[in-house]
């Protein structure tokens, strides 16, 4: 019996596991960077919007007093996650079925009809990762012959691909600090 208690604490472990997975993967990451161009300001703000509008992004106004850019875009989820997600919910109510079942012989294999709510984790993933963003661009500052400062507010993915796929031909740079983190 003190076996089926740990391997009962394990497979709750597990599901809790899950549930933090689920909620990490659709997680609004939005982070605020500044980064610097040694083009004009009116030549990079033009190549990040044609750029923007490639990817899918709509022009959604702004604010000329501040001297902001807005624009709109559709974050859709990950299919094969979340049959994965769906998949991992699966195996891991079938096993708290078996557990149970180990627990309470008196159910029969009733337990491991757990087993069908598997793909609930991937119904919610594709739910909650499902969303509106936005992307700002506000021009913070413009020297003369020097360049200018942009800060970006935006998911962290579509400005780690920003960087890398405009940082030469925008000669944008910035700290650094999205390509170096690990999360």
């Known amino acids: 019996m003190a076996n089926t208690g ?4 394990l497979t709750l472990l597990l599901a809790i596991g899950l549930v933090f997975f689920l909620r990490a993967a659709s997680k609004d990451r939005t982070t605020i960077v500044e980064v610097h161009s040694g083009k004009p300001a009116l030549e990079v703000l033009e190549g990040l919007s044609l750029w923007l509008t490639a990817r899918g992004w709509q022009a959604n106004g ?20 979340a049959l994965l997600l769906s998949l991992l919910g699966a195996v891991g109510a079938a096993c ?14 009733w337990p491991l009809l757990l087993a069908l709510a598997g793909p609930l984790a991937g119904f919610l993933y594709r739910r909650r990762a499902e969303r509106d963003e936005s992307l700002d661009l506000r021009l913070v500052k413009e020297i003369e012959g020097q360049g200018c400062s942009l800060r970006l ?16 031909p925008l ?13």
Do not use: K, M, Y
Request: aromatic share 2%; glycine share 8%; charged share 20%.
């Open 6 to 9: 740990s391997t009962l604490l």
């Open 62 to 81: 702004g604010d000329p007093e501040q001297q902001l850019l807005r624009f709109r875009g559709q974050v859709s989820s990950s299919a094969t996650l």
């Open 153 to 168: 507010r935006a998911h962290r993915d579509e400005l780690i691909a920003l960087e890398l796929e405009l940082a030469e």
């Open 171 to 183: 000669q944008l740079a910035s700290d650094g600090a999205l390509l170096s983190s690990p999360i």
């Open 96 to 109: 708290l079925g078996l557990v149970i079942r180990q627990l309470l012989p008196q159910l029969g294999w």
